[in-house]
């Protein structure tokens, strides 16, 4: 039998490793996010009965009263508040980057995992990327969250982590904005709809597209356009976003109807599909806004977007009042048919419908039955949805019996 080689153990600093440049095969790497865990902080609770236990059988492991913290990346904010534990954060994770391409053979494998909901997060990913010489040449999401953890009950947590397959060669100097955009557009759509038979969904299939195009543009140390400006990895990561959007756009809706249906409707159903019902960081609120044209700052607080602090939240109809729904948008119609239909006001409903004229409109009754399957189960969105959908053919007939009683009125009162 062939010996088994032992393998060994050691502890450094990931910005300073302690081996020879071009020595390993593959590096693996599951590196922190910003302030998401305060790794150090916890360990402590256990470094110091660990210490006492078995610190004399590793001294130099246990030689700190508490775990080192200086090095550790992550943005902790009550040194120089946020600002400068953001930017500890990121300088340390482009040394990480470094360090593992300095280690790598030529053309070694280097896989990193990462998430991160907030674009910020990727734009950093990408900017480190790119400042070494790691190509990603694959990205796969993997499930790697528990449902029930307690992230994910309020917040818009996401369930995958991205897997970067990067390869350490040489880079391109230049990509042209205009080739990797058309590179994007014939490559990008055939991964959603792989991403889309998969079934994931959300943010993740977000993410996951990001990740996908970091294959295409993180061939190049930089991106120009032709007036010679260079392209910041955040407008590459919008470009990504209208790609996306537009395809979830065809998804959801299924027939010809998406390009008829106002930004705010839009931006509604992308939100849910993105989020659900969680509200979100509103920087990430506003690029979600951006890229189907609805100025959020404009909009919010005025019908179904709610500023809180830093975070908005998108109101489901059980959420707001009657009386304050005034506008003739299809959300704003659409929210305010259900209240009445929960209520029983059947009459007051079908005012509603034939006065906005959505009543017969089959863009109306898509809509609805997109925020519906998009929705889980246990949503009070979704259970009013359905009870109004239920009756849809019946209602459909009973206005269009109306809308017949009106037009043979009104010609009886010309002749
Ligand atoms: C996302 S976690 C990895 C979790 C790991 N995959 C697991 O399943 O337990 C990130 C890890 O990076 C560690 N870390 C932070 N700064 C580091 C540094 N400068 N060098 C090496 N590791 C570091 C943190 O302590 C934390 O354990």
């Known amino acids: 039998m062939k010996a088994m080689k032992i393998p060994s153990v050691l502890q450094a600093s990931a ?49 700190t009263p508490l775990t080192p913290k200086s ?33 790598l053979k030529p053309n070694g494998i280097a896989v990193i995992v990462y998430t991160h909901k907030s674009t910020a997060g990727w734009e950093t990913l990408i900017n480190s990327l790119l400042d070494s010489d790691l190509v990603p040449t694959a990205t796969w999401p993997i499930d790697t969250e528990m449902e029930a953890r307690l992230r994910a009950k309020e917040s818009a947590a996401l369930a995958s982590s991205i897997y970067f397959v990067c390869r350490k060669m040489k880079r391109e100097e230049v990509g042209w904005l205009s080739e990797v955009k058309e590179e994007l557009n014939k490559r990008l759509p055939r991964k959603l709809e792989e991403l889309w038979k998969e079934g994931i969904s959300g943010s993740d299939f977000f993410i996951s597209a990001i990740g996908s195009s970091i294959e295409v543009f993180g061939k190049y140390r930089k991106i120009m356009d032709y007036e010679g400006n260079e392209v910041s990895a955040g407008k590459m990561i919008e470009i990504v976003r209208e790609i996306v959007t537009d395809y979830v756009f065809r998804q959801i809706i299924q027939n010809g109807i998406a390009g008829e249906l106002s930004s705010l409707t839009r931006f509604y159903l992308l939100y849910r599909w993105s989020f659900g019902e ?13 890229s189907v044209g609805v100025d959020l700052e404009r909009e919010w607080d005025r019908g179904f977007i709610k500023k809180e602090k830093e975070f908005i939240r998108v109101l489901g109809p059980q959420d707001r009042k009657i009386d304050e729904i005034r506008s003739n948008e299809l959300i704003d119609v659409l929210h305010k048919v259900l ?70 009125r009104q010609k009886k009162l010309f002749e």
């Open 15 to 63: 910005t300073e490793l302690p081996f020879p440049d071009d020595y390993f095969d593959a590096v693996f790497t599951d590196p922190p996010y910003y302030d998401n865990v305060p790794y150090s902080y916890l360990s402590d609770f256990f470094y110091v009965w660990l210490k006492r236990t078995i610190g004399d059988l590793y001294p130099e492991l246990f030689a």
């Open 339 to 408: 209240l009445l239909w929960k209520t029983g006001r059947k009459d007051e409903m079908k005012e509603v419908l034939s006065e906005s004229g959505y009543g017969l409109k089959e863009a109306f009754y898509r809509v609805a039955q997109a925020i519906s399957e998009i929705l889980p189960l246990e949503s009070a969105e979704k259970k009013l949805l359905d009870g109004f959908l239920s009756g849809k053919e019946r209602l459909i007939s009973d206005m269009k019996e109306k809308a017949e009683d009106v037009k043979t």
């Open 278 to 290: 969680a509200k979100i960081h509103f920087d990430d609120a506003r690029k979600l806004a951006q």
């Open 71 to 103: 090095k550790e990346i992550v943005a902790y904010s009550h040194q120089g508040g946020y600002e400068e534990g953001k930017k500890f954060f990121e300088d340390m994770l482009k040394k990480a980057f470094k360090e593992i391409s300095r280690v």
